[in-house]
């Protein structure tokens, strides 16, 4: 049985906070031991980057991954091995630097934990950044894998969640700023040659935050395509690719944040609205395998013929294939949102406790909010996790909302594919 998300916000914090305060100390005279010998590379050369939780998260440091490739550095990547699937889409860092962590139990985590130590040092890591703005456990991964360099964000005087001493280079994270750009400010921090307090004071253009495009093969491109005529076909729904559109309706959201929900029910009314403006078009209800009897209420209350329940249709590896054949993609705000973005497609995504300002996918994405007073309510400084239980921020997002929005983005696909 996976560690369910608030048991592993607790161990974090009250295991965290006394294993940081001690392990700060005895990581600061190491650090005092290394300079007197002053060994190591001057730049970074083996980078590793930490992101455990967030799959998206595997998307929007890309380019931030891509600018430390570019200055010469070799990457290494550890996550969670549930979130490895992620890395995958882009591949940027090669499968073989690519460490993982088996959360499904305190064992295995324990265990993998230590063999993480073991291999970064025996990989010789001499940089590692650490992309989390929550979690304690990284910070104490950060400090205690033998980098010598280690850049991370600190609260400095701000209030917000301790995790002692472990940085050796000390990131402002702005909230102000898309996340992508603070990634690559932690780029800036790990190759300045001089100490800056604190870093990064750079401006960061948006031409920087581009996104790389997934390499499509064209042999799973037509398996993808079949296997969804198939599924029309055994439906008894006439759909042709390229003649009908591909609509795609993401419903669900992960549990690290149920909160971001547009309710079922909103989602099978859109799903009704769909279908009445384009009663032609095919509407494929996605999801993971287990997400099926959740995707299977939202096409249930529907009722609309044309819609098919989609969950664990595909793998991890065929979302981009199935990206690129679709039109239009609704979605909570969640990874699917991100993972799309390295492909044409078009999506609109539903915003609540989150902020697109911060979160937003870089892809072709029209982002919808409320923009209520209490929103956003989840933040570095609460551990991303919020007291609310009343979600008003999402259920004020309209059905014709979000409709209109669709439109536009069928529009606009149209125009691309000569409709």
């Given at each position: 049985?996976?560690?369910?998300?608030?048991?592993?916000?607790?161990?974090?914090?009250?295991?965290?906070?006394?294993?940081?305060?001690?392990?700060?100390?005895?990581?600061?005279?190491?650090?005092?031991?290394?300079?007197?010998?002053?060994?190591?590379?001057?730049?970074?050369?083996?980078?590793?980057?930490?992101?455990?939780?967030?799959?998206?998260?595997?998307?929007?440091?890309?380019?931030?991954?891509?600018?430390?490739?570019?200055?010469?550095?070799?990457?290494?990547?550890?996550?969670?091995?549930?979130?490895?699937?992620?890395?995958?889409?882009?591949?940027?860092?090669?499968?073989?630097?690519?460490?993982?962590?088996?959360?499904?139990?305190?064992?295995?985590?324990?265990?993998?934990?230590?063999?993480?130590?073991?291999?970064?040092?025996?990989?010789?890591?001499?940089?590692?950044?650490?992309?989390?703005?929550?979690?304690?456990?990284?910070?104490?991964?950060?400090?205690?894998?033998?980098?010598?360099?280690?850049?991370?964000?600190?609260?400095?005087?701000g209030e917000g969640l301790w995790r002692g001493f472990?940085?050796?280079?000390?990131?402002?994270?702005?909230?102000?700023?898309?996340?992508?750009?603070?990634?690559?400010?932690?780029?800036?921090?790990?190759?300045?040659?001089?100490?800056?307090?604190?870093?990064?004071?750079?401006?960061?253009?948006?031409?920087?935050?581009?996104?790389?495009?997934?390499?499509?093969?064209?042999?799973?491109?037509?398996?993808?395509?079949?296997?969804?005529?198939?599924?029309?076909?055994?439906?008894?729904?006439?759909?042709?690719?390229g003649k009908n559109r591909l609509i795609l309706i993401?419903?669900?959201?992960?549990?690290?944040?149920?909160?971001?929900?547009?309710?079922?029910?909103?989602?099978?009314?859109?799903?009704?609205?769909?279908?009445?403006?384009?009663?032609?078009?095919?509407?494929?209800?996605?999801?993971?395998?287990?997400?099926?009897?959740?995707?299977?209420?939202?096409?249930?209350?529907?009722?609309?013929?044309?819609?098919?329940?989609?969950?664990?249709?595909?793998?991890?590896?065929?979302?981009?294939?199935?990206?690129?054949?679709?039109?239009?993609?609704?979605?909570?705000?969640?990874?699917?949102?991100?993972?799309?973005?390295?492909?044409?497609?078009?999506?609109?995504?539903?915003?609540?406790?989150?902020?697109?300002?911060?979160?937003?996918?870089?892809?072709?994405?029209?982002?919808?909010?409320?923009?209520?007073?209490?929103?956003?309510?989840?933040?570095?400084?609460?551990?991303?996790?919020?007291?609310?239980?009343?979600?008003?921020?999402?259920?004020?997002?309209?059905?014709?909302?979000?409709?209109?929005?669709?439109?536009?983005?069928?529009?606009?696909?149209?125009?691309?594919?000569?409709?």
């Amino acid at each position: 049985m996976t560690i369910s998300v608030n048991t592993m916000r607790a161990i974090d914090h009250w295991v965290g906070v006394p294993l940081c305060a001690i392990a700060s100390p005895v990581v600061a005279l190491i650090d005092s031991i290394k300079n007197i010998f002053n060994r190591g590379p001057q730049t970074p050369k083996r980078l590793l980057f930490i992101e455990l939780s967030e799959m998206g998260s595997a998307i929007l440091v890309d380019p931030a991954m891509r600018n430390a490739q570019a200055r010469g550095a070799e990457l290494f990547f550890l996550i969670f091995k549930s979130n490895r699937a992620s890395l995958t889409l882009l591949n940027t860092v090669k499968p073989e630097n690519i460490f993982t962590i088996d959360s499904s139990s305190l064992g295995s985590l324990i265990k993998d934990t230590v063999r993480f130590l073991w291999i970064a040092r025996w990989k010789r890591i001499d940089t590692v950044i650490d992309l989390e703005l929550f979690s304690r456990f990284t910070a104490l991964l950060t400090g205690l894998c033998g980098a010598r360099r280690r850049v991370g964000y600190h609260i400095f005087h701000g209030e917000g969640l301790w995790r002692g001493f472990m940085l050796t280079r000390k990131v402002h994270y702005n909230p102000h700023i898309h996340i992508t750009k603070n990634f690559l400010s932690l780029i800036h921090a790990a190759f300045a040659r001089e100490i800056e307090v604190p870093f990064s004071k750079i401006h960061i253009a948006d031409s920087e935050v581009q996104l790389e495009q997934a390499v499509i093969h064209p042999e799973v491109l037509e398996k993808v395509r079949v296997r969804i005529e198939k599924k029309a076909k055994e439906a008894n729904i006439p759909y042709e690719h390229g003649k009908n559109r591909l609509i795609l309706i993401n419903p669900n959201a992960s549990d690290l944040l149920p909160q971001r929900r547009w309710a079922q029910q909103r989602f099978s009314e859109l799903i009704q609205a769909v279908h009445q403006r384009y009663p032609e078009d095919l509407i494929l209800i996605t999801g993971s395998p287990a997400e099926f009897v959740y995707v299977d209420k939202v096409r249930t209350v529907a009722n609309v013929k044309n819609a098919l329940n989609f969950a664990g249709q595909v793998s991890f590896a065929e979302l981009p294939p199935l990206y690129t054949l679709s039109d239009v993609m609704v979605t909570n705000d969640s990874g699917p949102g991100h993972f799309s973005a390295v492909t044409p497609l078009r999506t609109v995504v539903l915003f609540g406790p989150e902020t697109p300002a911060l979160y937003g996918s870089v892809g072709n994405s029209i982002a919808i909010t409320a923009n209520l007073a209490c929103s956003p309510c989840v933040s570095a400084a609460n551990h991303r996790k919020t007291p609310c239980q009343d979600n008003v921020c999402m259920q004020a997002i309209t059905v014709d909302q979000v409709l209109e929005k669709v439109i536009v983005q069928l529009n606009d696909a149209d125009k691309v594919k000569g409709r």
